[in-house]
């Protein structure tokens, strides 16, 4: 699942998702206070394109060059809220320190021994910020790998809260019902969500 992989994928038609925001992103964020956030994997937009327009300045950052060109180009109402980096951030970690809110929506992290992008991560999340990490409910579907990857090959948010810790509150750490139809064929009924928020 490297660069060229996801520029076939959203290369294969002019539009891959909705370009609405996810609702898990919509549902834990509306109330907050808005502040620097980083969309990771960011697509072609959607949730930081919301984040914008809620108020506030937004970095998205995805693996994929051709997300990113379709992202911002339809930006053009909020171009001065919202930037966008190309980068693999399984490989490249974002600024320490810099961000209120780290959003990854079914985002695919590679595991590794060290949790090292993982790590990359965490640390991007400025103290007193928000991790929001949300993943699809894989119980009951079977571990098929799809393009040769398997799921369990990725972090799921509650592989991640019990390496949080002592600097880290585990607000919510749950399995609910999607807010949203999954798209076509995929099953997926329930999303697991992970909220923390970074004490120091």
């Given amino acids: 699942m490297d660069a060229q992989f996801w520029d076939d994928r959203y290369g294969s038609r002019d539009q891959l998702f909705s370009g609405a925001p996810n ?3 919509v549902t834990e964020i509306t109330d907050f206070p808005p502040g620097q956030a980083l969309d990771v994997g960011c697509g072609e937009g959607g949730d930081a394109l919301w984040l914008a327009r809620q108020g506030w300045q937004v970095t998205g950052v995805d693996i994929s060059e051709v997300a990113l060109r379709r992202a911002a180009e339809a930006a053009t109402d909020v171009a001065d809220r ?13 600024p320490a320190d ?4 780290v959003s990854a929506q079914y985002f695919p992290l590679p595991r590794h021994p060290d949790h090292t992008a993982l790590r990359g991560l965490l640390n991007a999340v400025a103290p007193g910020g928000t991790l929001l990490f949300v993943g699809h409910d894989l119980a009951g579907l079977p571990d098929q790998p799809m393009s040769g990857v398997h799921p369990a090959d990725y972090y799921r948010p509650a592989d991640i809260a019990p390496l949080l810790g002592p600097d880290w509150t585990v607000e919510i750490n749950e399995t609910r019902p999607r807010t949203v139809p999954a798209p076509a064929g995929t099953g997926h009924t329930h999303d697991t969500v992970l909220r923390a928020r970074r004490r120091r």
Avoid: E, H, I, Q
């Avoid at 919202?82 to 974002?94: C, E, K, N, Y």
């Avoid at 810099?98 to 809110?101: K, P, Q, S, T």
């Fill in 23 to 25: 609702g898990v992103l």
């Fill in 82 to 94: 919202v930037s966008w980096a190309r980068a693999d951030l399984a490989v490249t970690a974002p």
């Fill in 98 to 101: 810099a961000f209120d809110l």
